[in-house]
């Protein structure tokens, strides 16, 4: 468990090199949370709700059941997020609005049926939206989540979820997890 800096500005793009070591060269779950000014009072401290970030690679199976095991040993809600990309701007903004309905439909589905065969009882969460780590911090805010999960090991493969991993630590409202 350790702390980010969550510096403003320009300094908010930027992990501390403390930080990004230990979540690059780390095997096993690193828990981080930014650094804050006035941290809340204990007894408004919640962890009834989970959150977990996940793309559709095979690997993310493992992360959405650490983030169930957790949500059972805390009688927490769990909810599973994922974001399709979607261009803001160009041609492709114009693109045909039937693919990216497709595209969060089939996300949808493919989660639903995970969790339905990992015998997990989660709410499957999708946005679309361009800023990944920007789009699940809004949701797992929405959500109301104390805690949120997300996959990191670079040795297991390479998703967009992880190349995002550091953004969403940095974006992200709550404690992040990272399994």
């Excluded at 949370?33 to 993310?60: F, K, S, Y």
């Amino acid at each position: 468990m350790m702390p980010t800096h969550g510096y403003g500005g320009f300094r908010r793009f930027i992990l501390g090199s403390v930080t990004a070591k230990v979540l690059h060269d780390a095997h096993c779950p690193v828990w981080t949370g930014a650094h804050m000014q006035e941290p809340p009072l204990p007894e408004t401290i919640r962890m009834d709700h989970i959150a977990c970030a996940v793309d559709l690679g095979p690997e993310n199976e493992a992360v959405i059941k650490a983030a169930a095991k957790l949500a059972e040993e805390n009688v927490a809600d769990l909810t599973v997020i994922h974001v399709v990309p979607s261009p803001d701007a160009g041609p492709a903004h114009f693109a045909d609005t039937n693919l990216r309905s497709y595209l969060i439909n089939d996300a949808r589905e493919r989660l639903q049926t995970l969790c339905a065969n990992l015998q997990i009882k989660a709410q499957v969460c999708v946005e679309t939206g361009g800023n990944i780590a920007k789009m699940v911090s809004t949701a797992a805010t929405q959500h109301r989540a104390g805690l949120l999960v997300i996959g990191r090991n670079q040795h297991h493969g390479t998703g967009r979820l992880r190349t995002h991993s550091y953004s969403i630590i940095r974006e992200a409202q709550c404690p992040v997890l990272s399994i």
